[in-house]
């Protein structure tokens, strides 16, 4: 199927696939809420305003997930694992993230996007004639043969994958894209259920807090900030920018995360989009997603299929 220009409505009924899981995200629909603070060193305040960058403490409501459109999908079959903040730094002053386990996108543009997740529907053949006709999949290819998924949420590492701009107080502008790398290094249990990655965080966060470093990398003379597909080489500048530290958990059913749109074009004074048009697509995608399930809240998954 030849799609020109995909719209919001089309990635999300591919998305939803044929069985609706009403109230549910459409991608990532499998997750669990959690809460803490990012406490900032100030190492980034010189390239950004953005307030959370000044040194101190801000609190954030957050959602670790599983990708696909199924809420009670087995954790460990799925190929990415996700992490979710929104920081409100001010009744003005909000930014949403969403980040994944791999550091790039498979391809450049919301078309071959959309045509990559038509051949994962179709099977194994049809994923294998994709990649084949899209070189630009070779890094995210890379990553996928040396990715082993661990056990813990808590051991993974997330990224951005769609670059933004630092903007400083003189409205100079960087690249960069960044990544959050756990502290801890092995799971506290080795489950292999349904529920394996859910359970093993309950069971950490009642021992002990999560601690991700924050990092951001600059981009360097030749990375394309507008293509999410392409890896950076690893000599680009790093800077640590601070401490995530994950103290409590709740369901995702009553948690506070279940009612946000982790939109990434929600961004602060300070942070800026590029104009990479996977970000543009997967802004307009998540709000048709969140229209979908917060009208099936509203209505209890009555009326709510007949305002897809
Ligand atoms: C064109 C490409 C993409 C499309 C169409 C898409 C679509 C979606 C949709 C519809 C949702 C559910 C939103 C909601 O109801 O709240 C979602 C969730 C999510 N997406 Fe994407 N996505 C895309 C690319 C990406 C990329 C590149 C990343 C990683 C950087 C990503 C990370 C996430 C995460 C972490 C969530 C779950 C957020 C949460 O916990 O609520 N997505 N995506």
Redesign the pocket.
């Given at each position: 199927q030849k799609v020109d220009k995909?719209t919001?409505q089309q990635?999300?009924d591919l998305?939803q696939g044929e069985r609706v899981y009403a109230g549910?995200?459409?991608?990532?629909?499998k997750?669990i809420c959690v809460t803490g603070e990012f406490v900032s060193n100030g190492r980034l305040a010189a390239f950004s305003r953005a307030t959370i960058f000044k040194p101190g403490a801000t609190p954030f409501t957050?959602?670790?997930?599983i990708?696909g459109n199924n809420p009670t999908a087995p954790d460990l079959k799925a190929p990415?694992r996700?992490?979710?903040l929104s920081f409100v730094s001010s009744a003005s002053q909000q930014w949403r993230l969403?980040?994944?386990t791999?550091p790039v996108?498979a391809v450049s543009d919301?078309h071959s996007?959309?045509q990559q997740?038509q051949a994962l529907k179709a099977g194994p053949e049809a994923i294998t004639a994709f990649f084949r006709a899209h070189p630009e999949s070779a890094d995210f290819l890379a990553w996928k043969a040396r990715y082993q998924p661990t056990a813990s949420f808590a051991t993974e590492q997330?990224?951005?994958?769609?670059a933004f701009y630092l903007v400083d107080e003189s409205g100079q502008r960087r690249a960069v894209r960044w990544s959050f790398e756990p502290r801890a290094n092995k799971p506290v249990t080795q489950a292999q259920h349904k529920d394996a990655l859910h359970d093993e965080l309950q069971q950490r966060l009642a021992q002990q807090t999560v601690v991700f470093d924050w990092v951001f990398t600059f981009a360097g003379a030749g990375d394309d900030e507008n293509n999410?597909a392409k890896q950076w080489p690893d000599n680009r500048q790093r800077v640590v920018v601070g401490e995530l530290e994950i103290s409590a958990w709740q369901p995702q059913s009553s948690g506070h995360?279940h009612v946000?749109?982790?939109?990434?074009l929600v961004l602060p004074d300070g942070i800026e989009p590029t104009r990479d048009p996977?970000l543009r697509?997967?802004s307009?995608?998540?709000a048709?997603?969140?229209r979908?399930?917060a009208w099936e809240r509203l209505t209890a998954g009555g009326e709510g299929a007949k305002n897809d």
């Open positions: 995909v919001a990635f999300v998305q549910f995200r459409r991608a990532h629909a997750g957050g959602r670790f997930s990708a990415v996700s992490l979710a969403a980040m994944n791999p996108t919301p996007f959309y997740l997330y990224h951005s994958i769609n999410p995360c946000i749109n982790f939109d990434p996977i697509a997967r307009a995608a998540y048709e997603s969140y979908r399930r």
